[in-house]
């Protein structure tokens, strides 16, 4: 592969470590401020795939002989933060944590998708295999979302008081 290629696959990939990195952080802050059992757990599982995907990603970066990205790790850790505040201090948590994680899981999702085409373009198959494995995660994860919108309304609901479940014509 040649540099130019190499040197973008490398972005690439330290792109997408920084962004689980922001992720974990955001999964922390959801977890601290999610009071429904089911969901804490999902989020505690997602966690833990989240974890095994910085991992992976770093083990490729030791592969192509680089380090993680301090620059985007900073802007990651900047950006998670001020979501962690956010999270802390905002009414109606459930459905916009809800919100929050399914734009995040997506705009993982359309990251790996493109970390897999550069990775196989570049020739770089277990890239492009680890890129491919992840974004299964992060499609499992966002349909869990989108399979529980009412629940969020429901809980987002309770939290202010408010009847849930109902509906009206």
């Not at 972005?11 to 920084?18: E, K, M, N």
């Not at 916009?96 to 993982?108: I, L, S």
């Not at 995660?137 to 008081?161: C, H, P, Q, S, Y």
């Amino acid at each position: 592969m040649s540099d130019d290629l190499r040197e973008k696959l490398v972005d690439y990939i330290q792109d997408a470590h920084a962004m689980e990195q922001n992720v974990l952080r955001m999964l922390d802050s959801m977890i601290a401020t999610t009071t429904d059992t089911e969901v804490v757990a999902q989020l505690q599982r997602h966690r833990g795939e989240t974890e095994r995907h910085e991992e992976l990603l770093r083990g490729r970066l030791d592969a192509l002989g680089v380090g993680t990205s301090t620059v985007a790790e900073a802007a990651a850790v900047a950006g998670a933060m001020v979501k962690g505040v956010g999270d802390r201090v905002r009414a109606d948590k459930p459905g916009k944590n809800a919100r929050d994680g399914y734009v995040t899981e997506h705009v993982e999702i359309a990251a790996y998708e493109l970390l897999e085409r550069l990775a196989e373009r570049a020739g770089d198959t277990e890239t492009a295999q680890v890129a491919r494995t992840i974004r299964r995660d992060e499609e499992a994860m966002a349909r869990w979302i989108a399979e529980r919108w009412d629940k969020f309304v429901d809980l987002t609901l309770a939290e202010a008081g408010l009847p849930a479940g109902a509906r009206t014509g």
